[in-house]
């Protein structure tokens, strides 16, 4: 079953399925770009027997056919787990150490153990978990893409919540991704609490 004419989004589950693994978890993150906020992961395990058409990548979707997607997948999961790492852990381990780290607490607290993790990108270091990291994984894989959705969703409704407590950073509109309105913003007033210090030295020049 194709989700669309290019991509089969189910190949690499169904050649792990044959080989005999049973719970197949994917896990992806949101937010390692923006400048203020937590990097968000997200761990989930499909049920094979009940795939949701219209999955794929989060970047590829609209945000209000991500939300439709979102409670679709949490509805038809067998496990899901979302965390998040914040804006003062990521200065002080980086952004790819607090990314792995999100990741695998996510992974960590599913309430079943995976036979095998499919990771976007590169390898967890120190997971207890077989996983195969797989490059642009949210395009290739279907338990990846879901949660790709997972993560984009939780990320962006924790920013649009936490927005009313900074009004002036507008928070709302560019989810702290560095769009011209915001770098103008904080050239104004300066960081906040949730803004990530290590990503503005380039911007604010200390």
């Given at each position: 079953m194709r989700l669309s004419e290019d991509e089969n989004y189910f190949e690499i589950e169904e050649k792990l399925l044959?080989?005999?693994?049973?719970?197949?978890?994917?896990?992806?993150?949101?937010?390692?770009?923006?400048?203020?906020?937590?990097?968000?992961?997200?761990?989930?395990?499909?049920?094979?027997?009940?795939?949701?058409?219209?999955?794929?990548?989060?970047?590829?979707?609209?945000?209000?056919?991500?939300?439709?997607?979102?409670?679709?997948?949490?509805?038809?999961s067998i496990a899901y787990s979302v965390a998040m790492v914040d804006s003062k852990i990521i200065d002080e381990i980086n952004i790819n150490n607090a990314t792995f780290l999100a990741m695998k607490n996510a992974i960590e607290n599913l309430k079943i153990e995976p036979d095998i993790v499919l990771v976007d990108g590169y390898e967890i270091p120190n997971l207890s978990f077989n996983q195969w990291a797989i490059i642009k994984g949210d395009r290739k894989s279907y338990s990846i893409a879901c949660a790709s959705i997972l993560a984009k969703v939780s990320r962006d409704r924790y920013i649009v919540e936490i927005s009313s407590k900074y009004p002036?950073?507008?928070?709302?509109?560019?989810?702290?991704?560095?769009?011209?309105?915001?770098?103008?913003?904080?050239?104004?007033y300066g960081p906040c609490e949730i803004h990530r210090i290590s990503f503005l030295k380039n911007i604010l020049f200390f």
């Open positions: 044959n080989e005999g693994y049973r719970f197949i978890c994917g896990v992806d993150e949101a937010g390692r770009g923006p400048l203020a906020g937590p990097v968000f992961a997200a761990a989930v395990v499909m049920d094979r027997k009940r795939i949701i058409e219209g999955v794929r990548d989060s970047k590829k979707l609209t945000p209000k056919k991500r939300e439709k997607l979102f409670d679709e997948i949490i509805k038809e002036l950073y507008k928070f709302e509109k560019h989810k702290g991704y560095g769009t011209k309105e915001h770098i103008e913003i904080l050239q104004k």
